[in-house]
């Protein structure tokens, strides 16, 4: 009964696990082998309305130009044809042109690893020169480069290899 409880308290922290600093809200939630979601709001829950432009600075530097959502917004999705890795980046409402949320899913494949603390992406090939291309922009010579300010979240997308990387 007492190990069952801890696992129960484990998964309800999993859950319900965020951080918030002067920069993005990042929450993860991480089911090891299972899923991992890793979302990064502009909103900072030290309260004060005051936005962070980290997620809205992603949302930027992906080259690929949005499309028109379900609900009316525009946003970015890239994502694999196996549904092992989807990346969104949408504005969450019109308050402030800042107010973009970042989501990034991930489920169990051989190019996903997942444990509590550490989640990877590696994609080669064709699903690399696709991530690439939307990511960098078509005619894309330099690699793309993006880090989270905290250092939680990176991706690096050349042609030919495409890396996210979530470690807290």
């Known amino acids: 009964m007492k190990s069952k409880l801890a696992l129960t308290s484990a998964f309800i922290l999993a859950l319900t696990f965020f951080t918030s600093s002067a920069h993005a809200v990042i929450r993860p939630i991480i089911i090891p082998g299972k899923l991992a979601t890793i979302m990064m709001q502009a909103m900072s829950s030290a309260g004060g309305g005051q936005m962070d432009p980290e997620p809205r600075a992603l949302y930027d530097a992906i080259a690929m130009d949005p499309q028109d959502g379900p609900g009316g917004g525009k946003g970015k999705v890239i994502g694999t044809a196996e549904n092992d890795f989807n990346l969104t980046c949408a504005y969450k409402s019109q308050v402030s042109e800042l ?13 996903v690893k997942i444990s509590m603390t550490e989640v ?3 994609a080669e090939g064709p699903d690399a020169a696709m991530f690439y291309e939307k990511f960098a922009g078509p005619g894309a010579t330099q690699p793309f480069m993006w880090r989270s300010q905290n250092g939680w979240v990176s991706i690096e997308s050349h042609a030919e290899h ?5 470690k807290r």
Do not use: L
């Open 99 to 111: 107010n973009v949320v970042c989501t990034i899913t991930m489920k169990p494949s051989p190019r």
């Open 120 to 122: 990877e992406f590696v």
């Open 162 to 166: 495409f890396t996210f990387h979530f």
